[in-house]
């Protein structure tokens, strides 16, 4: 623990809907007995229902991520009292939204850092719809709006040590410090038992733009199944959108050993989680980067994939997309592919000899090293000692 309970309060504001890194901050700074602030939408509030009862968390809700700003400003002398005031994510595109002026420090996470540091050597590929959107933001970049807000902060935070890494490789510049907040964190290492079914999870919404559902179901076709298998597509699917997903899918169906389930609408934080606790794996079809606004972001350098947190957040082995980078750490319990031959491989060496078991069970202390504590104490350090 870092300092006396009792005087240590950190505010956290979430306006958009990442739940899943609220509850990543929360749960780190409870590990240091912090006491919290937290400002967000009702709809992030709902996904954390398991930290309602908290004694140590105050909650300040408004309908929806619209609403922050008015709520923050409401409540601003509670957030002044606050040792620092952290911004789990900021619309650095959108030029409407600026930062309270609040008499006590402010550290935000930069969860694209390529947007921020260096948008024009990432631009999307110039095509005739890449050009518009290109277009469309290009006053906020050329205004440079994004620096402005960063150097409305104390500190900038980054989402592991590999960005941080990264960040630095690229020497890029930020007008305040900048630090890691690791947001990979393990939260369960159960075992799950035995059963005769292979349960797979595929998580995250059901889509394209990031993922490569097309060589996964490829991979699924090319692969030899001698037991039953049940895969859960872990996500909105809107099989209108998706339409050769949805043939992909309707074929694998016909398959004896195999029953596939999908949702065609958001899937509530608490039966996801279940869900993915109960698999014996995880697939996870990761794109190499994804598009935010005009700039490309690359998974495991600039951005990170939830995904993954996933599969370390309840000790869940995984076979990945090869074109991830992964930290060392993770290594030993992400296997990665590079086609839907070499998916097929591992799949039917894991359905057939239960190789994700083994993984798992020779894994734990990997999966250990994600601790809660770890992730707080370097933030921490560097508040108070900013005081």
């Known amino acids: 623990m870092i300092g006396d309970k009792n005087y240590i309060t950190i505010g956290i504001i979430e306006p958009e809907f990442h739940s899943e890194v609220v509850r990543t901050f929360i749960l780190s700074l409870l590990s240091h007995h912090i006491k919290l602030k937290v400002f967000t939408a009702f709809w992030v509030y709902n996904q954390l229902n398991d930290l309602w009862e908290c004694n140590d968390i105050d909650w300040f809700l408004c309908d929806d991520s619209a609403g922050i700003l008015q709520l923050v400003r409401k409540e601003s002398t509670t957030l002044a009292q606050c040792h620092d005031i952290i911004w789990t994510s900021y619309p650095f595109l959108n030029t409407s939204f600026t930062i309270p002026i609040i008499p006590t420090t402010q550290s935000v996470v930069i969860h694209n850092l390529h947007t921020i540091c260096d948008p024009f050597s990432h631009l999307i590929p110039p095509s005739p719809l890449g050009l518009l959107r290109i277009l469309k933001y290009l006053p906020v970049l050329l205004k440079r709006n994004r620096i402005r807000h960063v150097s409305s902060f104390t500190r900038v935070l980054l989402p592991s040590d590999e960005v941080l890494h990264y960040f630095e490789s690229q020497k890029y510049n930020l007008p305040v410090s900048v630090i890691s907040f690791p947001l990979y964190l393990n939260e369960s290492s159960e075992i799950r038992n035995e059963t005769g079914l292979v349960k797979i999870a595929i998580p995250g919404t059901v889509s394209t733009r990031n993922r490569d559902y097309h060589t996964l179901l490829e991979g699924l076709f090319l692969t030899s199944i001698q037991r039953p298998v049940e895969v859960t597509l872990l996500g909105k699917f809107d099989e209108k959108k998706e339409g050769r997903i ?142």
């Open 246 to 387: 949805r043939k992909m899918i309707a074929r694998l169906r016909e398959h004896p050993l195999v029953s596939i389930q999908t949702f065609d609408d958001f899937v509530p934080q608490s039966l996801y989680d279940e869900i993915v606790k109960n698999s014996d794996f995880l697939i996870l079809p990761v794109q190499k980067w994804k598009r935010y606004g005009p700039v490309i972001e690359t998974f495991g350098k600039s951005t990170l994939s939830g995904t993954l947190q996933d599969a370390i957040r309840f000790s869940i082995p995984a076979i990945m997309s090869g074109e991830y980078s992964l930290p060392p750490a993770i290594e030993p319990f992400i296997k990665s592919y590079h086609n839907a031959k070499s998916l097929s491989l591992l799949l039917s060496q894991w359905i057939k000899t239960g190789e994700y078991r083994r993984i798992k069970e020779e894994s734990i202390s990997s999966f250990k090293t994600f601790d809660h504590f770890y992730s707080a104490g370097k933030y921490l350090s560097n508040v108070l000692n900013s005081k």
